[in-house]
């Protein structure tokens, strides 16, 4: 009895250790998938763009508003808007089994409409695991005051 007591005590830590490397690499992989999603925005991709959304994609804008999957891919790649490439500040991965938190700041630059934009905010982007496949289900941002 001690020593299959003795031997689980032993498994413990060799488990947590397991649950940590598995978390970093599933981190390095929504991390990755994070960026493509970036890269797929600067580029008005809208395949890449819808790929990684969920159906049930929901997005609360700074201002308050709403959009759907459709109406979010259609406002990235209409015609009179250019994302100059950007990069994301502070980014932050926290997984809770099959949903992922991913926090970061972003000072996005570009023009819309013909006229000069610049919009500084924080996200929060939720991906869950859909099907065996990681899915953003949700966005909001909140902007950033600007000095």
Known sequence: MRKALFGLLLAIPAAHVFAQDADKTLAAALKKQADAWDSAIVKKDKKAIADNMSESFFMIGSSGETSDKAHFVA?????????????????????????????????????????????????????????????????????????
Request: net charge negative; aromatic share 10%.
């Open 75 to 147: 406002d990235l790649t209409a015609a009179d808007i250019t994302i100059e490439p950007y990069t994301v500040d502070e980014f932050k991965i926290r997984i809770y089994g099959n949903t992922a938190l991913i926090n970061g700041a972003t000072d996005m630059h570009g023009v819309e409409g013909g006229k000069p934009f610049q919009s500084h905010y924080r996200f929060t982007d939720t991906y869950m695991k859909e099907g065996g496949v990681w899915r953003i289900v949700n966005v909001q941002t909140t902007r950033i005051k600007q000095p």
